[in-house]
Nanobody
């Protein structure tokens, strides 16, 4: 099971940290990706962290502003989001797969992020 938390309402330029807590399996076995979907738009891959070597990747739209990290002791992946923009508004999901992919099989329920003044 994957459970996201940390979403909310923030002003443009603000920050949020999303958490993705895994239970029932170890994150040592799975890559974790963050995705987002805004109303009327297709789902977008935001970032991913590999379970094999800890390598990370980011969508161009968030590079330099978002940072993905993992705490193995807490079995949790984080997405630190800085310099938030209104276009970052979406439901954010974390998902697990054996490697970073566009269609992971295991998903959390999502957490809403709203960037607005």
């Amino acid at each position: 099971q994957l459970v996201e938390s940390g979403g909310g309402l923030v002003q443009p330029g603000g920050s949020l940290r999303l958490s993705c807590a895994a239970s029932g399996f170890s994150l040592d076995l799975y890559a974790i990706g963050w995705f987002r979907q805004a109303p009327g738009k297709e789902r977008e891959g935001v970032s991913c962290i590999s379970n094999k070597d800890g390598s990370t990747n980011y969508a161009d739209s968030v590079k330099g502003r978002f940072t993905i990290s993992k705490d193995n002791a807490k079995n949790t992946v984080y997405l630190q989001m800085n310099s938030l923009k209104p276009e970052d508004t979406a439901v954010y999901f974390c998902a697990a797969d054996v490697m970073c992919s566009d269609s992971p099989p295991y998903w959390g329920q999502g957490t809403q992020v709203t960037v607005s003044s």
